[in-house]
């Protein structure tokens, strides 16, 4: 099992920088790929980023690409989503889970561990 932790969430002006940390515990060499994830009120829950455990491969959504970029430091069992550039539409619960296995699709129901979340909001 693996649990994962969300922190650095919070309130940024339009254009401001945040940047996101899950950290993850227990079982984290079953870890096949993290994934950034993202809800706003009355929205489906959508993929925003996601990163490979081993090996670094990285993938985005078109609307955050070349604004958000996802990192991990293996050492620290970490993964980072550094958001530059913010917009209003950006604001949600953002997520991060972990996938076992392989798969060319980022859909949620295909992460098995989930954290609590860290809400971001940006002002326009």
């Known amino acids: 099992q693996v649990q994962l932790v969300e922190s650095g969430g919070g309130l940024v002006q339009a254009g401001g920088s945040l940047r996101l940390s899950c950290a993850a515990s227990g079982r984290t060499f079953n870890i096949y790929r993290v994934g950034w994830f993202r809800q706003a009120p009355g929205k489906e829950r959508e993929f925003v980023a996601g990163?490979?455990?081993?090996?670094?491969?990285?993938y985005y959504r078109d609307s955050v690409k070349g604004r958000f970029t996802i990192s991990r430091d293996n050492a620290k069992n970490t993964v980072y989503l550094q958001m530059n550039s913010l917009k209003p539409e950006d604001t949600a619960v953002y997520y991060c889970?972990?996938?076992?296995?392989?798969?060319?699709?980022?859909?949620?129901?295909?992460?098995?561990?989930w954290g609590q979340g860290t809400q971001v909001t940006v002002s326009s």
């Open positions: 990163i490979r455990w081993s090996g670094g491969n990285t």
């Open positions: 889970a972990a996938g076992w296995e392989y798969s060319s699709v980022w859909y949620p129901r295909n992460f098995g561990s």
